[in-house]
């Protein structure tokens, strides 16, 4: 799911008057955070896909926008940050673990990397993607890639078939406040580098000339996709 695809649109929902007790005068300690340290907001994971959303009447920008602006009612100095979890097409799994696996959730990390310890030494000969883990293994040898580098592959291989323009991955790969942000003709320089990596599989980042690049689903290419998929940002 792209979020540029996800047109805004009033809110057209109700909802009961929220009735908030007065806060006692010593809030008891929120247990999870230690003596030395203080909280400084919250994550609330919610499991729920497009279909699910349209099925309910709604979809997942109007509900983030909803939450947006409950709190900002209940505690206007609040700041927001919403995050969309994206995974590849037929991931299964529940939702909600999708989303705590995406956004980095260190208990759902520790119980991921468990289950995934059973076969973490079984590589097949070809290219395997692993998302979980940061790497590209080519015949079972890790990849010299650069964190930009498997960035760059995890984001073509993210929206598998779809072309991607240069100007999409700076903005999305590169903050503005960056040392060196390539322009839209060095962005090739990048890719370059990462093809030459992946050896006789370079083929597998494709170029759509006058347009930018694409991954195709490849008969030697294996992801490990139900993982942490990179989240797009609303």
Not at 165 to 181: G, M
Request: hydrophobic letters at 40%.
């Amino acid at each position: 799911m792209s979020i540029a695809q996800l047109a805004p649109a009033p809110i057209q929902t109700t909802r009961p008057a929220l009735s908030l007790a007065p806060a006692p005068s010593a809030a008891p300690r929120i247990r999870a955070v230690p003596e030395g340290t203080e909280a400084r907001g919250f994550v609330l994971y919610v499991g729920l896909d497009e279909a699910k959303a349209a099925a309910a009447g709604t979809s997942l920008h109007r509900i983030v926008e909803a939450i947006k602006e409950l709190t900002g009612e209940i505690a206007p100095s609040a700041q927001t940050y919403a995050a969309v979890a994206l995974a590849p097409a037929g991931a299964g799994g529940r939702d909600v673990d999708v989303v705590r696996l995406a956004l980095q959730d260190p208990a759902a990390l520790a119980k991921h990397r468990q289950l995934d310890d059973s076969d973490a030494d079984r590589h097949p000969a070809g290219v395997i993607v692993d998302i979980s883990r940061k790497r590209v293994l080519l015949d079972g040898d890790a990849a010299a890639l650069t964190y930009k580098e498997f960035e760059l592959l995890q984001y073509l291989v993210l929206r598998e078939g779809r072309t991607i323009d240069r100007a999409e991955l700076i903005s999305s790969l590169w903050n503005a406040d960056e040392d060196e942000v390539p322009n839209e003709r060095t962005i090739d320089v990048h890719v370059r580098r990462l093809r030459s990596k992946l050896g006789g599989y370079e083929d597998i980042v494709r170029t759509v000339r006058g347009v930018g690049y694409r991954f195709d689903r490849h008969a030697d290419v294996s992801i490990r996709q139900a993982s942490t998929p990179s989240p797009d940002f609303f």
